[in-house]
């Protein structure tokens, strides 16, 4: 059965850091689009970070270029998001997400992403 579960989020003040956490099971990841969304209370879940086996292949969207970064420990079927500079704008839902259809094309809609963990809650403080 493959599960993506996801750690790290919390509360935090304004200009904070946090560090998510994904870690999949159930098959092999490391040939799959691995992706950070978002979803705030009205709003539509958005991609904010997506990375190939690559990373020349990876994504960022206008709203966190330069203050969120994207890894992933293939060997160890994890990816992270390290959140620096968070703004109240940043809260919401963090879902870890996988694309098995490509190894390097980084989508952003979230229909195109077969797996999923259950969120997990950032709360920033202003």
């Known amino acids: 059965q493959v599960q993506l579960v996801e750690s790290g989020g919390g509360v935090v003040q304004a200009g904070g850091s946090l560090r998510l956490s994904c870690a999949a099971s159930g098959r092999t990841f490391s040939n799959t689009i691995l992706g950070w969304f978002r979803q705030a209370p009205g709003k539509e879940r958005e991609l904010v970070a997506g990375?190939?086996?690559?990373?020349?292949?990876?994504y960022y969207s206008d709203s966190v270029k330069g203050r969120f970064t994207i890894s992933r420990d293939n060997a160890r079927n994890t990816v992270y998001l390290q959140m620096n500079s968070l703004k109240f704008e940043d809260t919401a839902v963090y879902y870890c997400?996988?694309?098995?259809?490509?190894?390097?094309?980084?989508?952003?809609?979230?229909?195109?992403?077969?797996?999923w963990g259950q969120g997990t809650q950032v709360t920033v403080s202003s």
């Open positions: 997400a996988a694309d098995v259809t490509y190894v390097n094309t980084v989508r952003r809609s979230p229909q195109d992403y077969d797996y």
């Open positions: 990375r190939g086996w690559s990373s020349s292949s990876t």
